[in-house]
Every structure is written in C-alpha cells, then in structure tokens.
C-alpha cells in the first residue's frame, strides 16, 4: 500500500470518525501511545474525532479506589501456577469470567454510541486500536474499522503472562478476538507477520484486511536538523541504547553480555538502557541505567530524544515482539537498529538496508560480532543511517498512518453507501 502524506480534503472534514479507545485518547502513555497518536494523525487529515472511551478520566470515588487496588492486589498476589491450575481444574468458570468481563466492556462503550443521537456528534464511522474487548458485544449499524499491532496467536507465544494461564483462558480470548473481528468492515495491521496470522488464525477475510506500519512516539522536535549519514561508532567511542519495559521478554542482560565482550575486544561500548533494568544492568561497568521515562513529561522526553540522537546504535534482542516501535525512534535521528528477528521486528527493520536483523537464537558472542561489524566498517552503517533515515521520513511515520487510513475509512464508507 503507498503511504503518502496528503492534505485534507472538504469531504474528511465532513466525517465524524467515534474513536474507541479504554482509556482517554489525550494520554500518551497509554498502549504505548498509539491511541493518542492515532488520533492526532487523524485529525491533522481532517477528521473530526468524537472520543469513545471506556474508562473517562474522571477523579474516582473512594470506593472505586479501593476495589481497584484490591483487585490489583489479588492479581499481583495470584502466582501464575495457582491461576494455571485454576483455569485447568475450572475451564468454565475462567471462561465465564472472561466473556463476563469483555461483555461489560463493550456495554459501557454501547451505552455512550446510543448516547451520540444529535447530528452533529453521531459519528459516521468507528475505529479503533486493540479493541478485540470492546467489540465482543458491540451492536451497532456503523462501519467499524479496526487497528492491531498483534493477533492473541502472537501475544500468546510473545508475552509470559499470557502464555501461564491456562488453555480455557487462552482459547476464549482467541474466540473473543475471532468474534470481534469478524464484525470490523476492514481491519488494519501493523505489519504483515500479524496480517497473515489474523488470516490464518482467526480467519478473517483476507480481502478486508491491510497492512499499514505504525510511526514513532518520539522524534525530533526539528526534523531539518537532522542529517544522513550521522557519525558513526568508532573503537573509541560506541554508544548503544536499548529500550526496555520488559526487561525480561527484550533480554537487556543479552546486549549487557554483548557490550561486555565488546570492552574485551578493547573497544570502548556502553548500553543506555531505557527502562526498569536488571540486576546485572545495575552493577555492570559497561551499563549506564536510564530507568523508566514517561512519554508526557517534558524532561524525560528531552533525555530520550537525546538519547536517541546520541547512541549510534539501538539494539532489541526480544524473544518476541508485535510491532516494535523503538527502532523507528532511533531511525528518525539516522540512527540503524540491530533486532532480532522475532514478530514485526523483521518488517520494521530491513535486514542490511536500514539495520541488521540477527536469528532470535543468536547468541551474545554475534551480537557483539554484529555490532562491531559496523564500527570497523564506517561505509556500511553510513549507508544503514542514510536508508533508516529515508524510510523513516518517507513511511513509518504518523503522517503516512493517517494518510493511509483515510484511504481505508474512505472506501469503507463507500462501500457502505
């Protein structure tokens, strides 16, 4: 699909687009800052947004309070293998759960569409990102258009948490998000790994599917100063960065281990890390801990955004990954990536074009092969920072999104009409 940029159009403006989202979309935090980013792409091609949201950002009352941290508390307190045996010895009980779990969820979105009768807020058509919960029950005569970075079949194999419980929990969820996509008029994914596994997992349509990649959260606040090729590592100085949430799934101590053999080979490394860390990350000499940065403060997105200029590399070794927005950060300040090749990491990143993608089973001693092929090696990665660069401006940013979304949204009122 061509990902141009274009100006709105008289007939986006006169399209009220009910934007479902769980959590307000003006938080950037959330879900990774897709809803809030989503939105504003939208906007900027003309649309006028009407917020669907699931849970207002409202002061909770005392009693709300306290049954969210309860039942935070028997969450956290719940170890996995009590929830596993619970959802093997009781499949019906989790499964009932769960259906009366998502069944809420989409009621509260029903009532507030039932609520939008006036003409001039009732939207023309909805949309939204990782919403497979909220359509379980929806109702409703307008056209959906539906957005995922990840099928249940990937976040299953990807993501620890999901893949403890138990088969009854799993198998629901993969009926929940079969149900609920089966009701979109077009459904959008983020790369072609997750495409092919909506087609073939859920069975949906192929024809009413898309592949439309995601932009970056953070770039630079004046792009024009940003140039290609930017300098490169050298053996005296290499800085390498990886952002992290989940310590664990992303294996910082693999890149730790990989810098730390880099420092053997003399070559002066260090690994920024983004995010809570590791043990190892807080004692390791070649490690320079970041910790966590929040999207909505002004400081810490100032320390990413340096971060993302002044590493020459970003490295993501995850054991599994949907999507994979980090890259696209750092190559929007002409800086290549290193991934693994695990989900959407491989579409993000182009295998010697914009980075290097090494088999999910390389171990630290390629990693830190891979890393200093490109400092003794200053032609190619200038030809990587160049190619980042470029395929970053020309479509995977928020602009190109909305650009061909509004295709999407155009054609599904079309057909509609």
């Known amino acids: 699909m061509t990902q141009n940029p274009t100006t709105p159009t008289q007939a986006n403006r006169s399209t009220r687009v009910g934007f479902i989202s769980a959590k307000p979309i003006s938080n950037p935090n959330f879900l990774s800052g897709m809803p809030y980013h989503m939105s504003q792409a939208l906007q900027r091609q003309g649309f006028e947004i009407v917020p669907i949201c699931e849970h207002p950002e409202r002061q909770p009352t005392l009693t709300q309070r306290l049954v969210r941290r309860l039942n935070w508390e028997r969450r956290r307190r719940t170890p996995p293998p009590l929830r596993k045996l619970l959802d093997h010895t009781l499949p019906q009980r989790a499964r009932n759960a769960l259906l009366r779990k998502v069944t809420r969820r989409s009621h509260t979105i029903q009532t507030q569409i039932d609520a939008l009768t ?117 053996r005296e100085d290499c800085q390498l960065l990886i952002i992290a949430a989940d310590p664990i799934r992303k294996r910082v101590d693999l890149a730790l281990e990989a810098t730390e053999l880099l420092r053997q080979r003399g070559i002066n490394a260090t690994l920024h890390i983004v995010g809570p860390g590791t043990q190892r990350s807080s004692t390791s000499p070649a490690a320079q801990p970041v910790g966590r940065l929040k999207l909505s403060d002004p400081i810490d997105r100032q320390t990413h955004q340096r971060l993302l200029r002044d590493c020459h590399i970003q490295l993501l070794p995850s054991l599994g990954e949907a999507f994979g927005i980090a890259p696209i950060e750092s190559a929007h300040f002409a800086r290549p990536a290193i991934v693994a090749g695990a989900g959407g990491l491989s579409f993000v990143v182009q295998h010697d074009q914009t980075g290097l993608v090494l088999d999910p ?37 928020w602009d190109a999104w909305g650009a061909a979304v509004t295709q999407i949204i155009r054609d599904t009122l079309a057909d509609r009409r």
């Open 118 to 234: 006036d003409p001039s807020t009732q939207p023309d058509i909805l949309f939204g990102c990782c919403i497979s919960f909220t359509l379980y029950a929806l109702h409703t005569q307008l056209p959906i258009v539906y957005f995922s970075d990840a099928t249940s079949f990937i976040l299953r194999d990807a993501y620890p948490a999901l893949s403890k419980r138990g088969p009854a929990h799993i198998q629901t969820i993969h009926d929940i998000e079969r149900t609920s996509v089966d009701r979109a008029s077009a459904a959008i994914f983020a790369s072609p790994v997750v495409r092919d596994s909506a087609i073939h997992d859920l069975r949906i349509d192929p024809d009413r599917t898309h592949v439309v990649p995601m932009g970056a959260n953070v770039t630079p606040d004046r792009p024009e100063l940003v140039h290609a090729p930017a300098p490169g590592p050298t």
């Open 361 to 397: 089973t390389a171990d630290a001693t390629a990693w830190a092969h891979a890393i200093e092929s490109l400092i003794d090696d200053p032609t190619r990665y200038q030809r990587l920072s160049e190619a980042a660069l470029h395929r970053a401006r020309a479509e995977l940013n």
